[in-house]
């Protein structure tokens, strides 16, 4: 099988612990563009907080899927070809719902993070992204207009509870995990395998010519759509089962492993 699309989740896929790409991975990359394979990276993350990535590996002609795809980037036009919003309303809904789970609560307004509290978790985002905070003392007051996305952060195992009940109480929204400590809420029926079969169908890419490769629950839809779902081998435990293949782990340059195995060699599993 030769593949024309390699997309990638970063935090905890391919980037390792540093937040960084190891050489390791970066080589593959290249020689995978240079076989003419599109590489998409997919993430969670802000698209600001993803564009240097892209430029550090080229993709100035790619695109690049951000918010857990409520957003696609055009990266050779700087142009937004496709995003999906909350309402303020479900925002102010989702806030309300945060007081009474006692989580805490983020979205993303003017390229800064909007909380009403602080958090260590809220912190870690910080430091992920490199976004500015912009802690208000009313969540609803400050956010009076649509936005791409919101994140509720607790302790791992509490979190776990919260996202089952999330799921049931607000079924016309989409709630992914993307850390243990982040439970991301979006616009329903938005995910990465939606804005992959966007991209692929603009591309001309068929589903089965598609690699994804990422490590948590809000990477289990493109896993599933990709005519290769790949986890890394710090996968979220649950999830082990659910994709084609496991290779090496983010600090130990999975993503090289499969341009290795499967665009390089074009190994068949």
């Known amino acids: 099988m030769k593949y024309k699309m390699l997309v990638l989740d970063m935090d905890d896929t391919l980037l390792n612990d540093d937040h960084t790409i190891s050489n390791e991975n970066k080589e593959m990359l290249f020689k995978a563009k240079e076989k003419g394979v599109h590489i998409i990276l997919a993430s969670g993350r802000p698209t600001p907080a993803m564009t240097r990535y892209a430029q550090e590996l080229e993709l100035d ?9 409520a957003v696609i980037a055009d990266l050779k036009t700087n142009e937004i070809i496709f995003e999906q919003m909350l309402t303020k309303e479900q925002i102010h809904e989702l806030y309300e719902y945060s007081v009474k789970s006692n989580t805490a609560i983020i979205t993303y307004i003017d390229g800064a993070v909007v909380s009403e509290t602080d958090s260590e978790y809220i912190d870690i985002e910080l430091n992920i992204t490199g976004l500015p905070h912009n802690k208000v003392v009313s969540f609803k007051e400050a956010v009076q207009t649509p ?32 850390k243990p400590f982040f439970l991301e809420v979006a616009q329903h029926g938005i995910d990465k395998a939606a804005s ?7 591309l001309g890419v068929l589903q089965s010519e598609i690699i994804a490769v990422g490590n948590a629950g809000n990477d289990l839809t493109m896993i599933e759509y990709a005519g290769l779902g790949v986890w890394v081998d710090n996968v979220t435990p649950e999830l082990r089962d659910r994709g084609d293949i496991i290779v090496a782990s983010n ?10 195995r499967f665009i390089l060699n074009q190994e068949v599993i």
């Open 196 to 202: 992959i079969k966007i991209l692929a169908e603009k």
């Open 147 to 178: 936005a791409v996305k919101c994140i509720l952060l607790e302790e791992p195992s509490y979190l776990k509870t919260v996202e089952k009940d999330l799921k049931e109480a607000m079924p016309h929204l989409s709630v992914s995990m993307s």
């Open 61 to 69: 002609n790619s695109f690049i899927i951000s918010y857990n795809g």
């Open 251 to 260: 600090n130990d340059h999975g993503v090289a492993e499969v341009i290795q």
